[in-house]
Nanobody, 124 residues
Framework: QVQLVESGGGLVQAGDSLRLSCAASGRTFSSYVMGWFRQAPGKEREFVAA????????YYTNSVKGRFTISRDNAKNTVYLQMNSLKPEDTAVYYCAARSRIVVVTTSTGYDYWGQGTQVTVSS
């Protein structure tokens, strides 16, 4: 099993940047595909970004391409989400998730472990 703890959320203005971090417990972090999802009030949880186990492959939802960057440091058991040029529509609770299988997927049901979430609020 793996436990995930997100940090780095906050209140920012449109155009600002934030970096989210997700620290994982355990010694097998590099064996997990990692993903970021978000959920806005009244909306379903949606895929934001994912990264392969080695970090060589990354995937993004269209609305964040060119603005967000997912990365990981397997030595530190941490995955990051660098968010630039933030927009009010990026406001949501952001969740980190881990998937124990090799293939990267973008559906929330494909992930086995979840963090508690961190709030990101972007004011206009």
């Amino acid at each position: 099993q793996v436990q995930l703890v997100e940090s780095g959320g906050g209140l920012v203005q449109a155009g600002d940047s934030l970096r989210l971090s997700c620290a994982a417990s355990g010694r097998t972090f590099s064996s997990y595909v990692m993903g970021w999802f978000r959920q806005a009030p009244g909306k379903e949880r949606e895929f934001v970004a994912a990264i392969s186990r080695s970090g060589s492959n990354t995937y993004y939802t269209n609305s964040v391409k060119g603005r967000f960057t997912i990365s990981r440091d397997n030595a530190k058991n941490t995955v990051y989400l660098q968010m630039n040029s933030l927009k009010p529509e990026d406001t949501a609770v952001y969740y980190c998730a881990a998937r124990s299988r090799i293939v990267v997927v973008t559906t929330s049901t494909g992930y086995d472990y979840w963090g508690q979430g961190t709030q990101v609020t972007v004011s206009s």
